[in-house]
């Protein structure tokens, strides 16, 4: 079973803020995503990570950032957020070798007013 | 060409039917194909995994995989009004560096008729 933690699951706040978007899981794996989803839309990737210290941009292009100083933890950013962040942050993990599923955690819902 | 393909759909299914789910791959070099659930505003839920060539059972889901065509479908049979989701393809891509990266497909809405 899957142990991945995203927090907060909704979050309503002004424009300008900085926002941190939590991920964390519990089964040591070494790769970790960020995936932006507007309702009824696909997935797309922002951000990935294979390891400590390792983080690459994915496919979308995103204002925000992320780091991965510890295994178990992937926080994603916003320096000052706008209401085109408005959308849903889904956090996954993945084991580093071999074709692995990736088990996704519950999202973050962002609405930037 | 996208890398991997779905039918947006929608997919209208009535109770108890069949519903089939199709999805095609551009990199042969593909070894494992995963389907993913998503009821709406919720986060993708993995259902089957196949590796293999063929047929692969898992209660009322069935994954098929055809390598040399390079397709993968998932069937539901005796569809319930609960399975009506978007199911996502996924399947790992590899780029010229040997790196995987599993790659999601736009989904197929599912809408199961009582």
């Known amino acids: 079973e899957a142990d991945i933690y995203q927090t907060p699951r909704y979050l309503v706040i002004g424009t300008g803020k900085k926002i941190t978007l939590e991920c964390s899981q519990t089964?040591?794996?070494?790769?970790m995503y960020w995936y932006q989803q507007d309702p009824g839309m696909e997935l797309h990737l922002i951000h990935y990570?294979?390891?400590?210290?390792?983080?690459e941009k994915g496919d979308l292009s995103s204002e925000s950032t992320v780091s991965r100083i510890r295994t178990e933890h992937f926080p994603l950013t916003l320096e000052s957020a706008r209401p085109s962040h408005t959308s849903q942050y889904l956090c996954?993990?993945?084991?580093?070798?071999?074709?692995?599923?990736?088990?996704f955690g519950d999202g973050t819902r962002l609405s930037i007013l | 060409q996208k890398e991997v393909e779905q039918n947006s759909g929608p997919l209208s299914v009535p109770e108890g039917a069949i519903a089939s789910l199709n999805c095609t791959y551009s990199?042969?070099?593909?070894?494992?194909f995963f389907w993913y659930r998503q009821y709406s505003g919720k986060s993708p839920e993995l259902i089957m995994f196949?590796?293999?060539?063929g047929d692969k059972e898992d209660g009322r889901f069935t994954a098929q995989l055809n390598k040399a065509s390079q397709y993968v479908s998932l069937l539901i049979r005796d569809s319930q009004p609960s399975d009506s989701a978007t199911y996502l393809c996924?399947?790992?891509?590899?780029?010229?560096?040997?790196?995987?990266?599993?790659?999601f497909g736009t989904g197929t809405r599912l809408t199961i008729i009582p």
């Open positions: 996954a993990s993945s084991e580093l070798f071999g074709d692995q599923p990736q088990h």
């Open positions: 089964m040591g794996h070494d790769k």
């Open positions: 990570s294979y390891g400590v210290n390792s983080t």
């Open positions: 990199d042969r070099g593909s070894q494992s």
């Open positions: 196949i590796y293999s060539n």
């Open positions: 996924a399947v790992p891509l590899y780029s010229n560096f040997g790196n995987e990266k599993l790659t």
